[in-house]
Each structure stands twice: as structure tokens, then as C-alpha cells.
């Protein structure tokens, strides 16, 4: 029997140790060999478009600064200042040509040099001759169509191969620049990120993300106001496909059953909007032809990037990280993603959509959350209740995007991350043992 997970291909079961949500060893071990590991998404190429830009950002537990330097290269340092340890930059975001901490003013370039300190006689005249007092850097930062990407193990992959068959799904999102006028503006990150927590386990908003299979029940609210705004559900409304994609990543692709900023209008959006989006389609399809072009404009699609990268194409983009706290407490955040050369009228029609569903006081995000965290809630009585069940559609020889075969791509790599970090840690242990 399987110690996290338990599939059963004949049985056409799956099951996941509810522990996995609530034990903080556990969680302990998801730091190590998940989160210090695997590649974890910073930000977008866009947030950066001047030299000095930078934002201050929460990578896998690790505080860090996002900037494109003097040189214009963009960089990650470490937000620790060498001297004592203090945050060098405490602001969220803005631009300087300087770092300069507030504890004994030592100050760094957007280079990460450290330019000047207080009292430099106090200190060796090669002081910093080996560039050891620099900001210390995040060596592995690499750019897969404008996501940007850290990692904190020096012998990961690169980028590419990580990502792998998701890659397809990130170019769907990232051609949708093309719709607009002057694509090669390319996408933006839109201003100022929500930033919200929830009372739940991390890995329960991965499965949510890509969890087509409560859409209807959950969200009937959202269905209803879309309905009295021209929106109804056709025939192959939600119809698709949920993707393993190896590594851990997963998607699940499906007709629209909402609105589509990029293709599909409703009369709710107004008939200015209606000559905005026929407009994108025909630009798309001269670009990509008819079958592409469909796809990334009436199709949605969720996608998990392994372990905690969520971007959600559906009647908006969202890009969405979280990260565990505590075993029962994530912190979230959510950017909106568009057409950087886009319409200024339609934009605002855009973010409407984007807000009413995905935003923290939407119509879905209270939903989902509420939802997540009653199953944390639940899980209190996981010694007695002890497995949850994700076997939706093993049954099925193409599983469809309201089955949950997305969902089990996580679990098994995840299951093997965790077995391999703990044989290494029991491994070392047992070393030690003899050495001792």
C-alpha cells in the first residue's frame, strides 16, 4: 500500500493520504524537495520594461529582488543585505539605480555591487576584492516567452526541459499577443497584484485550478448573472480534455462556456467590443489560420505548471502563485495578463470580466476558497476519514476536462519528489549513525 498515494489501475482508483494536507513534517519535506528544487515562477518580462524597474517578490520561501539592471539585464538577488542580514529593499515595487539598506546604509547597485557604506576606514582596504559583500544572486533565472523563472538548485534542468509539453500551453497564452494590432508589444502583467490568503492547504489550490468538475455547482451565481447578459451555454459548452503533460504539470482544455476577451462575445461586453473581438479573430487567424486560431480564442484553458504556477485562460488570464505558511495556510498571488497594445475602452471591459470571476471578491475566487478551506476543515478528522478520492475518469480511455486525471499528473510527481527526498534524508542518517 502506498505511503502518500494509492492507485489501483484494475480498480480504476486513486487515492491521496489526507496527511499529506495537514502534517507539518510533511511540509517540511515539500520545502526541500519541491519548492527548493523544482523551477518557481517570479514574474513576467513585462513587469521590468525600464532599466532600474524592480519588485520585491516571495520565491519558494526566499525573499528577493525582480529587476532589470543598468545593463539591461534582468536580474534576482537575494533581499538580504551581507552585512547583517536586513531586507536591502523594503518597497514592493518602483525604480532606483541603487539598493540601499535602512539598517547601517550599506548600498548596492542594480547590479548587486555593493557602491558605498558608512565609515569604509573601519574596514580592510580589500574588503570586498572577492565580491563576497555584493547582493548574493539567484543563479538560475531563465525566460520561457516572458515567464520568468528561479531556481534555487544549481544542477536543475534548464527551463525548457522542465516545462516540457506544457510549453505548448504557455505559447497558446503567450500568441494571444497577436490578436492586437502591434503584437509585437507582446503580453503585459497589468499594475499592482492581488495578494490574499487562504485557510487551506497549497496543494488544494493547484487541484481546484484544474478542477472543471465543481465549475457548474460551485459557481452557479456567475452562470446566472452571465446568462442575463447574453451569455448561455451552447452545446459544447465545457467539452475538452484533461492533459497529463509529464512532470508533474497537467491542463485541462475545454470550450468556453463564459465570455473570451481574445474570442468570444456576449452582449454584456457592448457592441464596441463586439468589433474589437472580431478583430482580434481575424488577426489571429491571419497569423495562425482557422484551426489555431479557433483554439486559442474559443477554447479556455487551465493550466498547472508543477509545483505552484497557476495561469487560468478562461474569460480573463490570471497568473496565480501560492505558497504554504503552514500546512493549513497559503498566501496567494494573482496577476492579470493581456495585450500590452490593446484598446483602451476594451481593456476596461477586459478587467470587468477578469474581476467579476477571478478577482478576491468575485464570483468564483470567495467560492473556491470557501471550498477549500472546508475540506481543510475536514481533514480533522483524517485519522478516522483518511483518503480523499481523484479517480473521476480512470474509467474513461480519453479522460475528459471535468475528470480528474489532471489532478493525479501532480500527485504521482509529487509522490515521487517526496520518497526520493525522504530515502536521501534516511540515507544520511543512517551514514551519520555509522560515522558516529
Avoid at 519558494?60 to 538577488?77: K, M, P, V, Y
Avoid at 572577492?130 to 544549481?154: H, P, Q, W
Avoid at 493549513?328 to 497594445?341: R, S
Wanted: hydrophobic share 35%.
Amino acid at each position: 500500500m502506498g505511503k502518500y498515494i494509492r492507485e489501483d489501475k484494475e480498480k480504476l482508483s486513486f487515492k491521496v493520504n489526507r496527511q499529506a494536507f495537514v502534517n507539518p513534517e510533511i511540509l517540511e519535506t515539500e520545502r526541500e524537495a519541491i519548492f527548493s528544487k523544482c523551477w518557481l515562477y517570479i514574474g513576467h518580462e513585462s513587469e521590468l520594461p525600464n532599466k532600474g524597474d524592480f519588485h520585491r517578490r516571495k520565491v519558494g520561501g526566499r525573499n528577493l529582488i525582480f529587476t532589470r539592471s543598468q545593463d539591461g539585464e534582468i536580474r534576482a538577488f537575494y533581499n538580504s543585505c551581507p552585512h547583517r542580514g536586513a531586507l536591502v529593499t523594503r518597497e514592493a515595487c518602483g525604480n532606483s539605480k541603487v539598493f540601499r539598506c535602512f539598517y547601517h546604509a550599506w548600498s548596492f547597485n542594480n547590479q548587486g555591487e555593493l557602491v558605498g557604506m558608512p565609515d569604509k576606514a573601519g574596514f580592510p582596504n580589500d574588503h570586498n576584492c572577492d565580491g563576497s559583500k555584493n547582493l548574493a544572486t539567484v543563479k538560475r533565472l531563465e525566460n520561457y516567452r516572458g515567464f520568468m523563472f528561479v531556481n534555487f538548485d544549481d544542477n536543475a534542468i534548464s527551463l525548457e526541459d522542465y516545462l516540457g509539453n506544457a510549453k505548448e500551453y504557455l505559447d497558446l497564452v503567450a500568441d494571444q499577443a497577436y490578436a492586437a494590432e502591434d503584437p509585437t508589444l507582446g503580453m503585459e502583467v497589468l499594475t499592482d497584484p492581488q495578494q490574499y490568503s487562504v485557510r487551506a492547504n497549497w496543494k488544494l489550490l493547484g487541484e481546484n485550478s484544474v478542477d472543471l468538475y465543481h465549475g457548474v455547482p460551485t459557481h452557479k451565481t456567475y452562470f446566472d448573472i452571465v446568462a442575463t447578459r447574453g451569455g448561455t451555454m451552447e452545446k459544447d459548452s465545457l467539452i475538452g480534455e484533461g492533459k497529463d503533460l509529464g512532470g508533474g504539470h497537467a491542463v485541462m482544455e475545454y470550450y468556453s462556456a463564459w465570455p473570451r476577451p481574445i474570442g468570444k462575445w456576449i452582449e454584456g461586453y457592448g457592441e464596441e467590443a463586439k468589433e474589437v473581438i472580431e478583430g482580434y479573430n481575424t488577426r489571429l487567424e491571419e497569423k495562425f489560420g482557422k484551426e489555431r486560431a479557433h483554439r486559442i480564442a474559443k477554447k479556455n484553458r487551465n493550466i498547472w505548471i508543477f509545483p505552484n504556477l497557476i495561469i487560468n485562460d478562461i474569460m480573463a488570464i490570471t497568473i496565480r502563485t501560492f505558497y504554504p505558511i503552514e500546512p493549513g495556510y497559503i498566501e496567494v498571488t494573482g496577476y492579470a495578463l493581456a495585450p500590452k497594445a490593446e484598446n483602451e475602452n476594451f481593456r476596461e471591459v477586459r478587467n470587468d470580466s477578469f474581476l467579476e470571476f477571478l478577482g478576491p471578491s468575485g464570483f468564483a475566487t470567495p467560492d473556491d476558497n470557501e471550498a477549500l478551506e472546508l475540506c481543510q476543515e475536514g481533514f480533522l478528522n483524517a485519522k478516522e476519514v483518511g483518503w480523499n478520492d481523484i479517480s473521476k475518469g480512470m474509467n474513461r480511455e480519453v479522460p475528459q476536462a471535468t475528470d480528474e486525471a489532471q489532478m493525479r499528473a501532480f500527485w504521482r510527481r509529487w509522490n515521487e519528489l517526496m520518497l526520493a527526498e525522504e530515502a536521501k534524508q534516511e540515507g544520511k542518517e543512517e551514514a551519520e549513525g555509522v560515522n558516529a
